[in-house]
């Protein structure tokens, strides 16, 4: 028995730990975001003063809405695209009988190895090709294809009870309706999944809209705050007050969809 309560009192110590590793950094990140900028580099935990000019900089002087508008649109499009166009191919390979199917499952089950760099230099004369730089659609549309996405959706499918659909077509249900009226209702815990998840990598990408959008108009987030910099001097308040902005969403997100994020994968199993 006490054994057990020592073991116990162990486990909490270790996760209490752990939560005061991970949420250190973020309370440094908030607090010195409230700081002057000559006390940046304070270690103080707690400042003689607190101001909220920085936020009030990154919006008047800097524009940042701009940016994190341009972040939204793309990271909603995005979402709501994907979830749209991989679901309806998810439907159709794990519900449809046609030659060639498992090939062309594998198919895009081989995209997944390509790592971007690979891809990247194509990719961008193409969009370079059709006149797609410096426009959030260039950001917008190569960032839909997901085939992770449709290995999630498609292996949820397969767990679906066959007699649903057969229920449904002796009712006279169209392909297009069971796909809307059962499919995707008893599929919301991994599309809730994905949503987060699609939200989430796209709110918080660099790389691709640093080439594509080079015009300052069409920054995103996180390629506004890498240009919080000067010729001589990097504005590390400027910085900070905008990463807790872009931080804030991706947070919230969390929150409400931390459920469906456990409940997706776990209910996803690979099936035949």
């Known amino acids: 028995m006490r054994n057990n309560k020592l073991s116990q009192y162990i486990w909490i110590c270790v ?3 752990l939560a005061v590793m991970f949420i250190f950094p973020i309370y440094i990140m908030i607090i010195s975001s409230l700081k002057p900028v000559t006390q940046i580099f304070d270690l103080r935990l707690i400042p003689d003063t607190i101001t909220f000019s920085n936020y009030l900089d990154i919006f008047t002087k800097q524009k940042f809405q701009v940016f994190v508008l341009n972040s939204s649109i793309i990271s909603v499009s995005v ?11 998810a439907f159709a390979l794990a519900r449809l009988r046609f030659p060639g199917r498992k090939f062309i499952f594998l198919l895009i089950l081989s995209t997944m190895m390509i790592p971007f760099s690979v891809i990247m230099i194509p990719l961008f004369i193409t969009v370079r090709s059709l006149g797609l730089t410096n426009n959030l659609l260039g950001v917008i549309l190569p960032s839909i294809p997901s085939a992770f996405g449709i290995f999630l959706l498609n292996q949820f499918l397969l767990g679906i009870p066959t007699e649903l659909e057969e229920a449904a077509k002796v009712d006279g249900a169209s392909l297009f309706r069971i796909y809307r009226s059962i499919a995707l209702p008893l599929s919301k815990p991994i599309l809730s999944t994905l949503a987060a998840m699609y939200f989430i990598g796209n709110w918080n990408n660099y790389l691709w809209p640093l080439i594509v959008t080079p015009g300052r ?4 987030i996180q390629v506004a705050i890498a240009n919080f910099k000067g010729e001589h001097a990097v504005e590390w308040n400027l910085i900070l007050a905008a990463s807790v902005v872009a931080s804030l969403p991706v947070i919230v997100l969390f929150i409400f969809f931390q459920r469906y994020l456990v409940e997706g994968i776990k209910m996803t199993g690979i099936k035949d």
Do not use: E, Q
């Not at 979402?79 to 191919?89: G, K, W, Y």
């Not at 108009?217 to 995103?220: I, N, P, S």
């Open 79 to 89: 979402t709501v695209i994907s979830l749209l166009i991989h679901s309806m191919s």
């Open 217 to 220: 108009k069409f920054w995103v």
């Open 15 to 17: 996760g209490a730990l």
